[in-house]
């Protein structure tokens, strides 16, 4: 990399993008990295403040923002995301589905200690939509050297920093329990907050029904549930009071026995992959 005067720049290659920035016009790249500067090319340069400027040299031992932006994606990068455009040494991952975000923390900790380079990412074990950022890459300098990614390249060396797990739409089945609401004594207002926020994840309600405080109905009606969905949830009315781990009154404790096994599914676990609590 050269510093030379811009008018004697003509047939330079330039090693760096140019931003040009007019206020409610433009905030972008006038000029890419590796664009051969013109004649034509001179006025605009100047007009953004460019009376110097650096042209590319090329030298083994070091690595251009952008290409080493490239190194920081490639050890980010997992399935189900891709990158945007690189631009003045920045690359970001986007996600390609709905899912949960990991994160290594350990890596993105060492790496991020090295120096002259950064990777800022989304909180781990979080939801996220296809289309959100996941996560930028940026490298400070406008060259670093090539040891120091080859470094921070063997970080990564058994693994990426990201990992998005897509999720897999499920049916699921809704049993509300309680005299209040079987006799109508009180509205299930419940039922279709629960329907609307695991729709949110892609999973559809096939089986709902009301039940009085009668344990072999209850019972058996998960049996019939279990035949269809893989996962159960259990609504006591009044969501607040007293019940047993299975959703029955206090009075009727329910033997393991009578109570099929494997399809229940709590609640408050789903909602907070999300970082929610139930209402």
């Known amino acids: 990399m050269k510093l030379m005067k811009t008018e004697d720049a003509v047939g330079q290659v330039l090693c760096h993008d140019i931003t040009q920035i007019i206020k409610g016009v433009t ?3 006038v000029f890419r990295k ?13 007009s953004v403040g460019k009376d110097n400027i650096y042209i590319w040299e090329k030298d083994d ?5 952008n290409e080493a932006a490239q190194i920081l994606y490639d050890m980010c990068k997992n399935d189900h995301m891709h990158p945007s455009d690189v631009k003045e040494g920045k690359i970001e991952l986007i996600a390609d589905c709905d899912g949960l975000l990991k994160v290594d923390r350990e890596k993105l900790k060492k790496v991020n200690s090295l120096g002259e380079m950064m990777i800022a990412t989304r909180h781990g074990d979080t939801y996220v939509k296809k ?28 693994g990426p920093i990201l990992t998005l797990k897509p999720f897999h739409k499920k049916k699921f089945a809704v049993l509300t329990t309680g005299n209040e609401v079987y006799y109508h004594r009180i509205e299930d207002t419940f039922t279709p907050v629960i329907q609307e926020k695991l729709a949110e994840f892609g999973a559809e309600m096939i089986f709902h029904e009301v039940y009085d405080d009668d344990a072999s109905k209850i019972t058996a009606a998960c049996r019939t549930a279990a035949s ?12 607040h ?16 026995s009578e109570v099929p096994q494997g399809f229940l599914f709590p609640l408050p676990a789903l909602l907070s992959r999300k970082g929610r609590s139930p209402p």
Do not use: N, W, Y
Not at 34 to 46: A, K, S
Not at 61 to 65: A, S
């Open 241 to 256: 009071t007293s019940t047993t781990a299975h959703g029955t009154p206090p009075h009727r404790q329910v033997p393991p």
């Open 34 to 46: 590796g664009h051969i500067i013109t004649e034509e090319d001179i006025p605009v340069l100047l």
């Open 131 to 158: 289309g959100d950022k996941l996560a930028g890459t940026r490298i400070i300098p406008l060259v670093i050297k090539k040891e120091k990614m080859e470094t921070a390249q063997a970080v990564c060396s058994d």
């Open 61 to 65: 031992t070091m690595l251009h923002e």
């Open 27 to 29: 905030k972008d790249a």
């Open 228 to 239: 269809v969905v893989m996962f159960l949830l259990f609504l006591p009315f009044p969501p």
